[in-house]
């Protein structure tokens, strides 16, 4: 939902955020926090996962794009067309269009696909990435049944001024420029941002879709990227203050064709996103208002498909007591879509609230309701219910339980219910019941830090949409039901040893998502894992940090991808591993940045994410970031 999210600004705005460096005094090792405490997306989120990803690190991963953040830093499985081709994101085994995206509050899923594209947001439009693992529904409502990713842009006062230049050069064409400057005092901040990526993508592969398997270079799959960022913050007193964001993109790419195929396809995605909230606070509330609109418009060689958000809510939230907190408010939404073969527009009302319980400082207790009117009827009431109990806790250990039961859906899209043929008026939302259990423990010995969080999830999402073969075109249809359960496995530990850091992560899932009701046509896919779900991934990293200096080693394994619904065919699992060292700068407080060279795909692995798609090899990267 999207001031749950937008809450965020507020809060930062008025609450300290958790340290997220490591630091290391001379008897103990602190680890860098990884889920957020204080702000709003956290606060009413009991008994789930929310991580934040290092703001140091996303700094470093400048002209990245966000499918190739999350890619890196984290355990998801991101199902990708090809190097800055279509990259959609799978959380816990659901699809594309089960996962919620936000940009400061402002949900940025595409209304008539009803999924987005992390290829096309880059991170020089985001300073923060919060993720939010888990059906959260009840809390942002449509979209978020698998889990959501929030973005944000992090503005502060009092930060003087900042300019700041970074490069990225690498293999295969690429070339990212950007500049951004920052300003800040006590009632006025802003920052103005401008980027530029390139690649010209001209890798060499193996086409196994041409007799003989020939080696080929690609020559049709050049992105280029330009856009801008403006935020901006208006302190009008103590208890009041403005802010508004801005961030216009373009993004134009010849699309990769399938191994043995020569289809010349191209595509631009254009997109303005602006978001302007306002907040009062006083000593038990915080009360906001927002208003926000996205415009996408996407153009497949000549034909033109326009969507338009608009965004209007308030929300108060309200601390009666030191064990009790609530948050209630309500969220308009207006949807256009203009597209090839239909033109629609429709309305949502949301009504939502949150409670929280703290009885006692070790037990936490989080409820929240929401109800959605779509176009005049009532879509599934989503309620969730979330407990952490911290059981056992010293100056060494710290033991807590989490669990949480929620009910979450999907709207059917644009295109599910409109597109001229095969679209279906009378599709049903798809409805999901998800339960989890979970146990976080942490260590904290002299210079030993670990960080361990386990946790098993149960889902059933009824209704799954699929467009399936009629006669003479393809239909939607609320045809399938799936059953998703599975493990996902964090780790973090840290040794201070001399001036040498070492830590280590490793992120892995087990994913179970099986068909149980089958096919129409196919009666073989009934109890077989969905496509391109892999069972099991794993993320591992090691740093080694020693001043300014950091060398780490990652690798990243992805388990086999069945590629048809019978399970009959499948892509082979396969490992990358990358390595790079990076040194951070600073010349008399004067001038200050980063530098690194990375090598990733080491053994020139040759690899699919996704069946005739091909991938890079070896690949090398040098990325230069001046602070003035």
Same mark, same amino acid.
């Given at each position: 939902m999207s001031l749950i999210a937008c809450l965020v600004l507020i809060f930062a705005g008025w609450q300290s955020e958790p340290d997220s460096s490591i630091v290391s005094p001379k008897d103990t090792l602190v680890l860098s926090q990884v889920e957020v405490h204080a702000a709003a997306l956290r606060k009413y989120a009991y008994g789930q996962f929310v991580r934040t990803l290092d703001k140091d690190r996303l700094a470093q991963l400048s002209g990245y794009s966000l499918g190739e953040v999350l890619q890196q830093e984290t355990g998801l499985f991101l199902r990708q067309y090809g190097p800055g081709m279509l990259t959609s994101l799978s959380m816990r085994g659901t699809s594309a269009g089960h996962n919620a995206l936000f940009w400061n509050g402002l949900p940025v899923n595409?209304?008539?696909?009803?999924?987005?594209?992390?290829?096309?947001?880059?991170?020089?439009?985001?300073?923060?990435?919060?993720?939010?693992?888990?059906?959260?529904?009840?809390?942002?409502?449509?979209?978020?049944?698998?889990?959501? *990713?929030?973005?944000?842009?992090?503005?502060?006062?009092?930060?003087?001024?900042?300019?700041?230049?970074?490069?990225?050069?690498?293999?295969?064409?690429?070339?990212?420029?950007?500049?951004?400057?920052?300003?800040?005092?006590?009632?006025?901040?802003?920052?103005?941002?401008?980027?530029?990526?390139?690649?010209?993508?001209?890798?060499?592969?193996?086409?196994?879709?041409?007799?003989?398997?020939?080696?080929?270079?690609?020559?049709?799959?050049?992105?280029?990227? $330009?856009?801008? *960022?403006?935020?901006?913050?208006?302190?009008?007193?103590?208890?009041?203050?403005?802010?508004?964001?801005?961030?216009?993109?373009?993004?134009?790419?010849?699309?990769?064709?399938?191994?043995?195929?020569?289809?010349?396809?191209?595509?631009?995605?254009?997109?303005? @996103?602006? *978001?302007?909230?306002?907040?009062?606070?006083?000593?038990?509330?915080?009360?906001?208002?927002?208003?926000?609109?996205?415009?996408?418009?996407?153009?497949?060689?000549?034909?033109?498909?326009?969507?338009?958000?608009?965004?209007?809510?308030?929300?108060? +939230?309200?601390?009666?007591?030191?064990?009790?907190?609530?948050?209630?408010?309500?969220?308009?939404?207006?949807?256009?879509?203009?597209? *090839?073969?239909?033109?629609?527009?429709?309305?949502?009302? !949301?009504?939502?609230?949150?409670?929280?319980?703290?009885?006692?400082?070790?037990?936490?207790?989080?409820?929240?309701?929401?109800?959605?009117?779509?176009?005049?009827?009532?879509?599934?009431?989503?309620?969730?219910?979330?407990?952490?109990?911290?059981?056992?806790?010293?100056?060494?250990?710290?033991?807590?339980? $989490?669990?949480?039961?929620?009910?979450?859906?999907?709207?059917?899209?644009?295109? +599910? @219910?409109?597109?001229?043929?095969?679209?279906?008026?009378?599709?049903?939302?798809?409805?999901?019941?998800?339960?989890?259990?979970?146990?976080?423990?942490?260590?904290?010995?002299?210079?030993?830090?670990? !960080?361990?969080?386990?946790?098993?999830?149960?889902?059933?999402?009824?209704?799954?949409?699929?467009?399936?073969?009629?006669?003479t075109y393809w239909q939607a249809e609320n045809v399938r039901d799936v059953v998703n359960h599975g493990l996902e496995y964090f780790f973090k530990g840290g040794f201070a040893q001399g001036k040498n850091l070492w830590t280590i992560q490793v992120d892995y899932s087990l994913n179970s998502a099986v068909n149980q009701s089958g096919d129409v046509g196919n009666s073989l896919s009934q109890g077989k894992q969905l496509p391109y779900v892999p069972k099991q991934k794993i993320r591992s990293q090691a740093n080694l940090q020693n001043g300014p200096y950091k060398l780490y080693i990652q690798n990243q394994w992805t388990g086999e991808r069945y590629v048809t619904t019978d399970n009959q065919t499948h892509l082979a699992a396969y490992s990358l591993w990358d390595i790079g060292l990076t040194y951070a700068y600073d010349w008399k407080g004067k001038l200050k940045g980063n530098l690194g060279f990375h090598t990733n795909n080491i053994f020139n692995v040759d690899y699919q994410v996704l069946r005739l798609r091909s991938m890079p090899g070896r690949n090398f990267q040098f990325n230069l970031n001046v602070v003035l």
């Open positions: 595409s209304p008539s696909l009803g999924q987005a594209d992390y290829s096309i947001f880059p991170s020089g439009g985001f300073d923060k990435v919060n993720i939010h693992y888990g059906s959260s529904g009840a809390l942002y409502g449509t979209d978020a049944i698998g889990g959501s *990713v929030h973005l944000f842009s992090d503005l502060k006062f009092n930060t003087g001024k900042e300019l700041k230049f970074g490069t990225l050069l690498g293999s295969f064409g690429r070339w990212h420029q950007q500049v951004s400057y920052r300003q800040g005092n006590e009632k006025l901040a802003f920052k103005t941002n401008l980027y530029r990526n390139y690649t010209a993508n001209n890798f060499t592969y193996k086409d196994y879709g041409s007799p003989g398997t020939p080696e080929k270079r690609q020559d049709h799959a050049r992105v280029s990227q $330009i856009g801008l *960022v403006q935020n901006f913050a208006y302190s009008i007193n103590a208890a009041q203050i403005l802010k508004a964001n801005l961030w216009v993109n373009s993004n134009e790419r010849q699309i990769q064709p399938l191994l043995g195929s020569s289809t010349n396809d191209v595509q631009e995605d254009r997109s303005i @996103r602006a *978001v302007i909230d306002y907040s009062h606070s006083g000593e038990k509330f915080t009360w906001t208002t927002y208003t926000g609109i996205s415009n996408d418009v996407m153009v497949f060689n000549s034909d033109r498909n326009e969507t338009r958000l608009f965004l209007l809510g308030t929300a108060l +939230d309200y601390t009666f007591s030191q064990k009790w907190q609530t948050l209630a408010g309500i969220r308009f939404s207006h949807i256009k879509g203009q597209l *090839v073969t239909y033109n629609r527009q429709e309305q949502r009302i !949301e009504l939502y609230q949150a409670t929280n319980f703290r009885p006692s400082e070790n037990l936490g207790i989080s409820m929240q309701l929401r109800q959605l009117i779509h176009d005049g009827e009532a879509v599934p009431f989503t309620p969730s219910l979330g407990v952490e109990w911290t059981f056992f806790e010293s100056t060494e250990w710290n033991w807590q339980l $989490i669990s949480n039961l929620s009910r979450s859906f999907k709207i059917p899209t644009l295109n +599910d @219910r409109f597109w001229v043929p095969g679209g279906n008026p009378n599709l049903k939302s798809e409805k999901s019941l998800s339960k989890e259990i979970g146990l976080t423990a942490k260590t904290h010995l002299s210079a030993l830090s670990i !960080e361990n969080r386990l946790t098993y999830f149960h889902m059933n999402v009824d209704d799954w949409i699929l467009w399936l073969p009629q006669s």
